[in-house]
């Protein structure tokens, strides 16, 4: 399986990701996971990545990129992987093609999560106070908001029209939201 999960900040995301890739035996790879141990690494990448991310910005694509395929190279995303977070724009998505053909491999689903602007706001909030994200300030939040608007939503619209879109509504307790997640992904192993 090769799948991708998108949604807004605060979609819960992360969360599904992981139940999701356990549930098939694949490594959730999650971008943001990857940037946020480099910065706490202290890494060239992460002092790099920093930047951006601490302004709610997104890090450049070819640092992105570059990053994601050095993993998706790695033994154990072989045989599938689910991407948390990437990609999430337009050069991305082109990058992210040019990878998994050079591999002989194709796609299977992109799933995005849907939660209403109001709820995603709230989440985000609530994270801020119980994980002390440095990106979970009050400006920053707007502007992950904006920016996913601007440059990840058309996304969906993409692969709305190649058929690999499951659009999954995110409201909800986890295990019914990753019942929902399988379902629709139990459709597109079948089709
Ligand atoms: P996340 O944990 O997925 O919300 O990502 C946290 C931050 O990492 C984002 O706000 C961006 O600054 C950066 N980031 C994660 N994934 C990407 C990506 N695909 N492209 C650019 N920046 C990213």
Do not use: W
């Amino acid at each position: 399986m090769r799948l991708i999960f998108m949604g807004p900040p605060g979609a819960g995301k992360g969360t599904q990701a992981q139940v999701v890739a356990d549930r098939f035996g694949i490594p959730a790879i999650s971008t943001g996971d990857i940037f946020r141990a480099n910065v706490t690494e202290g890494t060239e990448l992460g002092v790099e990545a920093k930047r951006y991310m601490d302004a709610g910005e997104y890090v450049p694509d070819t640092v992105t990129n570059l990053m994601v395929r050095n993993r998706i190279d790695e033994e154990d995303a072989v045989k599938g992987f689910l991407l948390d977070g990437y990609p999430r724009t337009l050069a991305q998505v082109d990058e992210l093609d040019g990878m998994i053909n050079y591999t002989g491999h194709r796609l299977d689903a992109v799933v995005c999560l849907a939660v209403d602007a109001d709820e995603l706001v709230r989440r985000l909030f609530s994270r801020a106070q119980t994980e002390g994200r440095a990106d979970d300030t009050e400006d920053v939040i707007r502007r992950r908001q904006e920016l996913y608007l601007e440059q990840t939503q058309p996304l969906v619209e993409v692969y709305r029209k190649r058929g690999l879109l499951c659009e999954v509504d995110g409201i909800g307790e986890v295990d019914e939201v990753t019942k929902r997640i399988l379902d629709a992904l139990s459709n597109v192993q079948e089709s």
